[in-house]
Every structure is written in structure tokens, then in C-alpha cells.
């Protein structure tokens, strides 16, 4: 048992392992791997994560933001990365990183055009993001002609890819509207290649859709959530491994009598004698109010114990009645005996959500 530091969150690189052969196994072996790593790799450690999967042989790594490629690069990962929304004010940064751009508007296809030829280049790599009904970022199909257009103009850029974005592919109740963007995404891709005169690298498919949909798949697939642990289904769930376990210890512990309250505004009423301990996470470090008054709970020595009371900024206090435990002992927010999809389920969103929450405490 750890009592050297308050809370930490604990990353299993043989499990990342175990998820990434899992999803590429999916796959057939000519199809290229992205590996999705932005938001801190969901919350776990972008730079210790990419590291390990080049190793592994993943071929291409995606973040959200400049800034977390820039990082990537300062930590030596060497392989592609696609900075998936870019903004205009750090394309020289892109450029000096080597980094790939999602060109996904006009503005910033003539904006990145301008600094690639302010800096000298031929056939700098871009991805071409597509708009396929999912209405956040990218070209529909009425852009594609201006883009040419511009294109024509121009030696400095190359289209490297072309990709989109499904809205529902974990939702079996929405295989009809994901084959709809399945099939405008194939028109289009199909339409682009034929004017480039080459092959671009195509990819569409995020975990679930690797999972749900493998004729999705194309030359590249882009998997995030998957090779963290979870699969959005209960089944895909029991075959990955959650990488991350989150952890603290019990601060102090208190004997409370009938009559008593705990935490901001009483919200917990003692009705019998109960043993109750305060840890150190709250709502600044992602554990939001809605996991307050019982709705969720932690495990300590293997027990559950549920959230008494309001969740406190730093703090939670957690019932822990019956369970043999001192203070200093170790508490288990989730990884190990908690599911992330339970706990997340218990606060009312997905594991995405949950797993992300966490850059204070890591
Ligand atoms: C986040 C993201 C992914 C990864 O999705 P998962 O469901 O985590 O696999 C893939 N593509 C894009 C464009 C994304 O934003």
C-alpha cells in the first residue's frame, strides 16, 4: 500500500498493450493504425502512452490542439501527427513541428496556404476533413469545387488525407443515419481522389465503428477510447482493459451519533452511528457534484463506499460503515473493483468524460 502520495492516477502499460493488439486485431494488417491521444491521452499521459504505442507500431498519432502535438514532438515521438482542429494563430508552429493539419473550412485552408508559402514549402502534408452530416467541423460537399479551386493556385500543400467524423457509431439505433454518413463520405472521398489524380489516405472510423462497422474502415483507422479500456459496449468492454486507476487515501476519520450532518448544507443526515471518512478529490479535480449523496461511490479495501454529503471543491466524504480501514489507507475512485462505465453511469455520462476529468490530480 502507497501512502507516499495523496492521489494519483496509476497507468498500465501492459494493458494499453492487450487494448491496442484487441483493436488492431479488428483490422486487416494493411490498414493503417491512428492512435488517438489528445486531452492528455484521455486523461492518462499523451507523451508516456505515444511512446509506448510506437513501439508497438501504431502509425500515426491525432491530437485536438497545436500545443499537444508541439508536446508530443518535445517528447520524442517521431511518427504522424494529426492536429485535428488547428487554429490559424498557430500554423507556423505546425509547420515547424511537422505537424499535420485537419484543413476543415476555408478560411483555414487559405490561411494555412498563406503561411506554407511564406515558409518555403512544397507539398506540405494536410488532411481534408469532411463534413458527413455530423455538423462540427469540415467541407460539405457545396465546398468541395472552391477548394479545388484553390488547390489549383498552389504547390505548397499536399492532400495527404481525406477523413470525417461519425456522429452515433456505438448506437445501434442509429445504423441507418451512420450508413447514410458511411455512404457520403465514400462519394466523397471517391470524387476527391479521382480530381487529385493519387490516394489519399481515407479513414472515417473511430472505436466503435472499427468494432461495429469494419467496412468503415478504409486505409486508416483512428481509435481513441478503445486503447484506453473501453468499448462502449458491455460486451467489447469485458474483452479490453482499463488502463488508469485513480487513487487517494483517507485523510481522517470520524465516529458520527445520530443527529449529526455532514458537509455544506447538511445535505447528509446521520440517522444511525456511522463511521465516515474524508478524502482528498472533489469537484476541481473532475469528481463533480452530480457523484454527490450516494448517487456513486469509491471502494476502500475492496469495499464500496458510497459519497455522503455534497461533493466539496478538494474534498468528498464517503460512508464507510462496516469497512475495517485507518486513515492513510488507500481508496479506489475507480480502475480495479470500480468500472469506469459504472461510475460514470452512477454521475449521469460516459466514460469518456470521466477518464478525461482528471489533468489536477495526475
Ligand atoms: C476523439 C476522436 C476520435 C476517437 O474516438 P474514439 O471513440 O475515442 O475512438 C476519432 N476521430 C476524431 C475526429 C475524434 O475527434
Not at 152 to 180: C, M, N, P, Y
Amino acid at each position: 500500500m502507497s501512502k507516499t502520495r495523496e492521489t494519483i492516477l496509476e497507468i498500465d502499460l501492459g494493458a494499453l498493450e492487450h487494448n491496442y493488439h484487441f483493436m488492431r486485431s479488428k483490422i486487416n494488417g494493411d490498414i493503417k493504425f491512428m492512435a488517438v491521444v489528445k486531452a492528455f491521452a484521455y486523461g492518462n499521459d499523451a507523451t508516456k502512452i505515444a511512446k509506448k504505442l510506437s513501439k508497438l507500431g501504431v502509425d500515426y498519432f491525432a491530437v485536438a490542439y497545436v500545443d499537444e502535438g508541439v508536446a508530443l514532438r518535445k517528447g520524442g515521438i517521431e511518427k504522424p501527427i494529426l492536429v485535428l482542429h488547428p487554429q490559424s494563430i498557430n500554423f507556423e508552429k505546425i509547420i515547424e513541428n511537422c505537424l499535420e493539419p485537419s484543413i476543415y473550412s476555408e478560411f483555414v485552408l487559405r490561411e494555412f496556404i498563406k503561411t506554407a508559402e511564406q515558409l518555403d514549402q512544397k507539398n506540405y502534408p494536410i488532411h481534408l476533413k469532411l463534413n458527413t452530416y455530423l455538423n462540427r467541423l469540415g467541407f460539405s460537399e457545396d465546398d468541395l469545387e472552391k477548394v479545388f479551386t484553390k488547390l489549383a493556385t498552389t504547390d505548397s500543400i499536399k492532400i495527404t488525407g481525406v477523413f470525417s467524423h461519425l456522429a452515433a457509431s456505438e448506437d445501434w439505433k442509429e445504423r441507418e443515419f451512420t450508413l447514410q454518413q458511411l455512404n457520403l463520405f465514400r462519394k466523397l472521398a471517391f470524387t476527391i481522389t479521382e480530381k487529385l489524380g493519387y490516394q489519399p489516405l481515407l479513414h472515417l472510423s473511430n472505436t466503435s465503428a472499427i468494432i461495429n462497422y469494419p467496412e468503415a474502415a478504409f486505409h486508416m483507422v483512428r481509435s481513441g477510447i478503445g486503447l484506453y479500456g473501453f468499448g462502449n459496449d458491455p460486451e467489447i468492454d469485458k474483452q479490453l482493459k482499463p488502463i488508469g486507476t485513480l487513487k487517494t487515501i483517507i485523510s481522517q476519520i470520524h465516529h458520527l451519533k445520530e443527529g449529526a450532518t455532514v458537509g455544506y448544507n447538511r445535505a447528509f443526515k446521520v440517522t444511525e452511528d456511522t463511521k465516515m471518512a474524508t478524502i482528498p478529490i472533489g469537484h476541481a479535480d473532475g469528481i463533480n457534484r452530480q457523484y454527490g449523496n450516494g448517487r456513486a461511490g469509491v471502494y476502500v479495501n475492496g469495499k464500496y463506499a458510497p459519497i455522503i454529503g455534497n461533493v466539496c471543491m478538494d474534498m468528498i466524504m464517503i460512508n464507510i460503515s462496516g469497512i475495517e480501514c485507518e486513515e492513510g489507507d488507500e481508496v479506489i475512485i475507480f480502475g480495479g473493483p470500480q468500472h469506469v462505465t459504472k461510475f460514470a453511469y452512477n454521475g449521469n455520462t460516459i466514460s469518456y468524460e470521466v477518464i478525461t476529468e482528471h489533468f489536477t490530480t495526475c
